[in-house]
Structure formats: C-alpha cells, structure tokens
C-alpha cells in the first residue's frame, strides 16, 4: 500500500525559506511522478511542483518558478521541496502525491501546514 508522509511545514516569515519532505513507501516508484499541491483556507487545491521519479523531468506552476525547487533523494525514497523567498500568499497546507506515469489516479498524503507572516 503506498503511503506518502509529509513534513517541513511550519511558520515562517515572508522572505524566509522551509523545505518540505515527502516519504513515500509501499511500492516502487520508479514509473511514477511525485506533485506536490497546495490548498489555501476557501481555495480550490493547486498544482505546485512535480517531478518524475529518475529526477530527469521536473515542472512548476509559474507563482512558484525561481522560488521552489523540487527534488528527490532516491536511496531515502523522499521528495523535497525547498522553498526560499516565501510570501504570505505561499500560505496553505501542502501535501504531495504519487501517480503512475500515463494516469491521472493519485495516491495523498495528509499535509503540511506552511504559514508565512507578513
């Protein structure tokens, strides 16, 4: 069973930088990508970074290029996801999910609250 933890979230001020964690375990992923997505109080749920699991393709809403940087440790089966120059904005919780390559199922995990101050 696939099961995908995050971590990292936390309060920062504006300007600051976290890096969130994905672990992902209960298969190999090695024919999937890994998104990470965001959901602000009253917002629909949004597309932020992913990456497929090689670490060879890589793709980033454009609120978030030149901010976020998406990479994954293979031997530590995780995911990351650096975030610097942070905006009150960036505020949601962030959750990561897996899915297959050439399908639109996803598996989540439970998120992480980032909250950025002004």
């Known amino acids: 069973q696939v099961q995908l933890v995050e971590s990292g979230g936390g309060l920062v001020q504006a300007g600051g930088s976290l890096r969130l964690s994905c672990a992902a375990s209960g298969r190999t992923f090695s024919s999937y990508f890994i998104d990470w997505f965001r959901q602000a109080p009253g917002k629909e749920r949004e597309f932020v970074a992913s990456i497929i699991w090689s670490g060879t393709v890589t793709n980033y809403a454009d609120s978030v290029k030149g901010r976020f940087t998406i990479s994954r440790d293979a031997a530590k089966n995780t995911v990351y996801l650096q975030m610097n120059s942070l905006k009150p904005e960036d505020t949601a919780v962030y959750y990561c999910?897996?899915?297959?390559?050439?399908?639109?199922?996803?598996?989540w995990g439970q998120g992480t609250q980032v909250t950025v101050s002004s």
């Open positions: 999910a897996s899915r297959r390559v050439g399908t639109t199922f996803r598996y």
